[in-house]
T-cell receptor
Framework: DVKVTQSSRYLVKRTGEKVFLECVQDMDHENMFWYRQDPGLGLRLIYFSYDVKMKEKGDIPEGYSVSREKKERFSLILESASTNQTSMYLC????????????????FGDGTRLSIL | TQLLEQSPQFLSIQEGENLTVYCNSSSVFSSLQWYRQEPGEGPVLLVTVVTGGEVKKLKRLTFQFGDARKDSSLHITAAQPGDTGLYLCAGAYSGAGSYQLTFGKGTKLSVIP
């Protein structure tokens, strides 16, 4: 079974702090994704990566950055946390099988509930 | 960004009733995935539909992909309390370097015993 592990289930930080959310997958997946999930807004893509050291902006990248130094690890960084970044953050990974493979499911971690005070 | 409208947002029904959840878009998707999310967990894939008009069944759940690959539905027959959860549809499309998913906002289903 694919396992996507997020380092923290709950995290409380203060406004202005630099926050790191870590995600590790154990199935050698090429793709990794960071989403945030908010009531009434659903899942929104922040950043994704399809290879080591590659990153692409999603729909809401402002205030965030990412790092992918190793294939299995994808980190989300809040450069200077603000209260509007309080949310549930979900990491996911998926395979690429050949170019343009679009049926691969995304495998999600259990989420990090982040509160910014 | 390709939008996916999911309805209804909330659904509360009695055990044994039938229900349908809809996902609609003006965009064409290469495939449509349905996920279910339990409280405190990440979404888990239920099914992927790929071909226009395709129908897939998973026990009491029936998934349909529209002929034009712009919409999809999930029908649950004789709902059980164990069906309670958040149902998410997600449309797949080719993005930078790989494919991406755009998610509907979800349908929160409560099945009352």
């Amino acid at each position: 079974d694919v396992k996507v592990t997020q380092s923290s289930r709950y995290l409380v930080k203060r406004t202005g702090e630099k926050v790191f959310l870590e995600c590790v997958q154990d199935m050698d997946h090429e793709n990794m994704f960071w989403y945030r999930q908010d009531p009434g807004l659903g899942l929104r893509l922040i950043y994704f990566s399809y290879d080591v050291k590659m990153k692409e902006k999603g729909d809401i990248p402002e205030g965030y950055s990412v790092s992918r130094e190793k294939k299995e690890r994808f980190s989300l960084i809040l450069e200077s946390a603000s209260t509007n970044q309080t949310s549930m953050y979900l990491c996911a990974s998926s395979l690429i099988e050949g170019f343009g493979s679009i049926d691969q499911p995304q495998h999600f971690g259990d989420g990090t509930r982040l509160s910014i005070l | 960004t390709q939008l996916l409208e999911q309805s209804p947002q909330f659904l509360s029904i009695q055990e044994g009733e039938n229900l349908t959840v809809y996902c609609n878009s003006s965009s064409v998707f290469s495939s449509l995935q349905w996920y279910r999310q339990e409280p405190g967990e990440g979404p888990v894939l239920l099914v992927t539909v790929v071909t226009g008009g395709e129908v897939k069944k998973l026990k009491r759940l029936t998934f349909q992909f529209g002929d034009a690959r712009k919409d999809s539905s999930l029908h649950i027959t004789a709902a059980q309390p164990g069906d309670t959860g958040l149902y998410l549809c997600a449309g797949a499309y080719s993005g930078a370097g790989s494919y991406q998913l755009t998610f509907g906002k979800g349908t929160k289903l409560s099945v009352i015993p």
